[in-house]
């Protein structure tokens, strides 16, 4: 990093009013010179959208104390490109993504708002983290994720990081005594094993409310969600490119 205050981007899917986000930016507030881009409302399991079918609109607000703040009308994906193209005018030196309310470990970083916008900000050659903590309740307690996403920070603000740099982190719903430390993880094959209940609104019409059970099929002691179930601290890098690299070379043998 070179002697100016690096340019940290912080965004969310929650919306720029939750909890999460303030406390994101109180973790790092003398860390840079931040620029709060968010959604004006909750955007969460939104994934990697983008709004094409209609115009977007950014309103300026005085949401945290003198720092530069932007509510925008589309996607987390969207305020991150709105971001760097019309407010920032450069890349900036690192993108943080949070705090989100609730877990984003296994396959939830698929359907993540939180990750997908930090995804859109590596995509773009910003080095990137989504923050999440295991408790939705917009009365959680961010006091040891707050010191977890500085402790982070500062570590990537250190030295120069890859321009592709994508972490998932995870903090578990303990205090600060009870965390067991930070670990680098893979990310467990877990999902959700979903079901639709089926109910009648006031009309008689019936209506579908998409319900499941977090399911983990991975015993390995080295994943995301290991780590959280142990109050660890998890860190996932997550990989841009889809290929599956080891079917690509099955197919190429069986195929050519």
């Given amino acids: 990093m070179t002697n100016e205050r690096p340019i940290i981007l ?26 709060v881009v968010a959604p004006d409302k909750p955007q969460s399991g939104m994934g990697h959208a983008i709004t094409i079918g209609h115009p977007l609109r950014m309103n300026q607000l005085d949401l945290f104390g003198g720092i530069e703040a932007w509510q925008v009308s589309g996607t987390p994906a969207d305020c991150v490109k709105l971001a760097v193209d019309k407010l920032i005018h450069r890349k900036p030196d690192l993108c943080l993504s949070g705090i989100n309310h609730g877990a984003n470990h296994a ?15 590596a995509i773009e050659g910003i080095p990137s983290v989504g923050f999440s903590l295991m408790d939705y309740s917009m009365e959680a307690d961010f006091s040891a994720a707050r010191e977890v996403v500085r402790s982070i920070v500062m570590k990537l603000l250190a030295e120069k990081q890859d321009n592709h740099l994508l972490l998932n982190v995870n903090i578990p719903k303990v205090s600060m005594e009870l ?12 999902k959700y094993q979903e079901d639709f209940d089926e109910r009648t609104d006031p009309h008689g019409r019936k209506y579908y409310w998409l319900t499941g059970e977090f399911v983990n099929m991975d015993e390995g002691d080295d ?8 109050n660890y601290v998890s860190v996932v890098p997550i990989a841009i490119d889809f290929t599956n690299y080891k079917m690509k070379q099955q197919l190429e043998e069986k195929w050519s």
């Fill in 10 to 35: 912080i965004t969310n899917d929650d919306g720029i009013t939750a909890p999460g986000i303030r406390n994101l930016v109180e973790a790092v507030k003398d860390l840079g010179q931040l620029v």
């Fill in 107 to 121: 396959i939830n970083v698929i359907y993540s708002g939180t990750m997908s916008a930090a995804m859109e900000a």
């Fill in 179 to 190: 965390l067991a430390g930070i670990k680098i993880c893979r990310q467990a094959y877990a």
């Fill in 223 to 230: 994943t995301d969600v290991w780590a959280l179930e142990h």
